[in-house]
């Protein structure tokens, strides 16, 4: 026991202002908001002004994969070697925005993915977009009827395609993430 005369030693009072905060730290951490994103794809325009009644959130997200599609599509040394991948008449001249001309799939689609509710108002660096941001990516169609979209990298190299499990042309589907979400996955629990 310590008699209170006794001046604690600066590591000891760290060591206590440290537990003391911890209860806070992880109070904000399990109160983050929930994360919904509603995701649809989509071959035209058209067909996700009709499922999402939205032209403009619909444009957008097109015109963001066309800007997208030719730095993401993969690159092949003939037309033949390209088309034995995406199929017959799915593949041509294509040219980056450096200038680059190269033979990839074309775009046959776009994916579309919204933010609806978490964090309201400007994104931190970093930090998750605000509710409404709309984000388009492009589609591409394999061989074997796969829909494929750009994989996230992280090594800043080349961008390679992952499949995706979606229909064309439906109704958006809404998922939910978030950091109590994912935790609650990883711990076997339900509900996050």
């Excluded at 794809?41 to 959130?57: G, H, I, R, W």
């Excluded at 040219?95 to 799939?105: R, V, Y």
């Excluded at 579309?112 to 509710?131: K, T, W």
């Excluded at 494929?148 to 993430?177: E, F, I, N």
Aim: charged letters at 15%.
């Amino acid at each position: 026991m310590i008699p209170m005369n006794t001046p604690l030693k600066r590591s000891r009072r760290t060591a206590l202002v440290l537990m003391g905060a911890a209860p806070m730290l992880l109070l904000a951490c399990a109160q983050q908001p929930e994360v919904q994103t509603a995701e649809g794809l989509f071959t035209s325009v058209e067909a996700c002004v009709d499922k999402t009644q939205n032209p403009y959130m619909c444009k957008q997200a097109f015109d963001q994969a066309q800007g997208q599609a030719a730095e993401a599509a993969p690159k092949f040394a003939s037309v033949q070697e390209c088309e034995s991948q995406f199929g017959q008449g799915q593949c041509g001249t294509q040219q980056t925005t450096g200038g680059h001309s190269f033979i990839g799939p074309l775009m046959t689609g776009f994916f579309l993915s919204q933010l609806m509710s978490g964090r309201g108002g400007a994104a931190p660096a970093g930090g998750p977009p605000p509710v409404g941001t709309t984000k388009g990516e492009p589609a591409f169609r394999s061989a074997s009827n796969d829909w494929l979209k750009p994989a996230p990298s992280s090594t800043g190299g080349a961008t390679a395609l992952t499949r995706v499990d979606a229909q064309p042309d439906r109704a958006m589907t809404v998922r939910r993430g978030g950091f109590g979400a994912t935790s609650a996955r990883r711990s076997g629990s339900y509900g996050g």
